[in-house]
């Protein structure tokens, strides 16, 4: 039998030769100088070879370890060789079956089905909350605790609409793994009866121009902030968009920036509208843009140079900032079930209404509703897009001017 040190000094020579052990175990070595234990047997009436691993990072001790475990495969009727070849598949797809590979596989099947905001949404909540709780984990061993973990996770921040939704995208996740195979059980639709129950709550929002100047002010005085984000952030507020359709905006989209009529058009494709209108031109969205709007636009064009998208994220040039990163801003400034980033259009509709009524405006509540991109059902796209687009603009200069009233230029937050 083998000793270490024999191992230890064996040298290489012209051809490769072996050093045997016992039971057909045996180091070969290379005339390279490599060393490798290898084990030969016989299964079904034929000669077979099976390698190990090298010396000395196998020792001898762990070799024969190895050749006892295949011995005894033998004697249950198993090949070693075909059992190993087996155990690496399994390795091998253990290995691509984390959470976080397969909800990324099912997301690029929904990419081909869903409208690009919603697919990006889908992608952000997994990504801000599922992904680092679980997404290393083989998708097999995620348990229903772990999930109910996670969400409670998210209630604990009072998001318990996103709680529920986080929670479906997970559910789908498994649907797809069990289809193919990677999982057994559904661990999400467990626990779907223990979650915080949906509250049919407006998103909050200060409805008074004071408030709504000392959110912004609040929002933009922190110091360690994304400067994109804040960006984001004030073109959110003086704009009223959905945050969905802000995340999503490109530099070319912004026209006449430096005439008299400057405005964002924003394709169908982006808007809140039902599958049919989306793939429809005429639903385009036009906004007039203020003159701090139109500022806020150039210092994201400043600051994005030839990036793809007008508020990109930190990490990937080629994605936008994300929906949690804009509500994370606000919560952080304090405004956590006080204002969120989607309240702005509340505060813009309250406050511009209540101008309206006070001063006997007849008509600006058409004109309101139509900035919001409230479409009447039964009214043409195109007049839609159109109608009443002076006023619309006076009204976004006059709702900018009032709510940036001693607010620092846009330029001012590229140097903070």
């Not at 813009?348 to 209404?353: A, D, I, K, L, Q």
Request: glycine share 6%; with cysteine.
């Amino acid at each position: 039998m083998l000793t270490d040190v024999r191992c230890r000094t064996a040298k290489p020579k012209e051809k490769p030769y072996k050093l045997s052990d016992a039971h057909g175990l045996y180091l070969y070595v290379m005339p390279s100088g490599t060393r490798s234990w290898r084990l030969k047997y016989r299964f079904g009436g034929k000669e077979h070879r099976l390698t190990f691993g090298t010396y000395p990072d196998m020792t001898l001790v762990e070799a024969r370890e190895a050749r006892e475990a295949a011995r005894k495969l033998l004697r249950e009727g198993t090949n070693p060789k075909v059992d190993k070849k087996q155990r690496q598949a399994v390795a091998a797809i253990e290995n691509g079956n984390t959470f976080e590979a397969i909800a990324r596989q099912w997301h690029a099947q929904q990419e081909k089905i869903r409208a690009q905001r919603y697919a990006g949404q889908i992608l952000d909540r997994l990504e801000a909350d599922a992904f680092p709780a679980i997404g290393a984990l083989p998708i097999k061993a995620i348990t229903p605790a772990l999930l109910l973990a996670l969400i409670r996770a998210i209630e604990g921040r009072g998001a318990i609409e996103m709680a529920h939704r986080v929670r479906q995208h997970i559910s789908s996740v498994f649907v797809f793994a069990i289809g193919a195979g990677w999982a057994e059980a559904n661990p999400a639709a467990t626990i779907q009866p223990v979650l915080e129950p949906r509250r049919k709550t407006l998103r909050p929002a200060m409805l008074k121009i004071e408030q709504a100047r000392k959110v912004l002010r609040d929002v933009e005085s922190q110091e360690d902030a994304y400067v994109v984000t804040k960006l984001a952030s004030r073109m959110l507020a003086l704009t009223v968009v959905r945050p969905g359709v802000l995340r999503l905006a490109e530099p070319k989209e912004f026209e006449d920036l430096d005439g008299k009529s400057p405005i964002w058009r924003i394709p169908a494709a982006k808007m809140k509208l039902t599958r049919e209108r989306k793939q429809d031109a005429s639903y385009e969205f036009v906004v007039p843009l203020s003159a701090q709007a139109v500022e806020t636009a150039k210092a994201a064009m400043e600051l994005a140079g030839a990036k793809p998208l007008l508020f990109p994220s930190v990490r990937y040039v080629d994605r936008p900032i994300t929906d949690s990163t804009l509500s994370k801003l606000y919560r952080t400034a304090g405004y956590a079930g006080k204002h969120v980033p989607h309240g702005w259009r509340a505060t813009f509709s309250t406050v511009m209404n209540e101008l309206a009524g006070r001063e006997n405006r007849v008509g600006d509540r058409e004109v309101i509703d139509l900035m919001l991109a409230h479409i009447q059902e039964g009214v043409e796209a195109a007049y839609n897009r159109a109608a009443y687009m002076p006023r619309r603009r006076e009204l976004a200069q006059e709702w900018a001017d009032m709510l940036m009233t001693a607010m620092p230029p846009a330029s001012a937050l590229l140097k903070g």
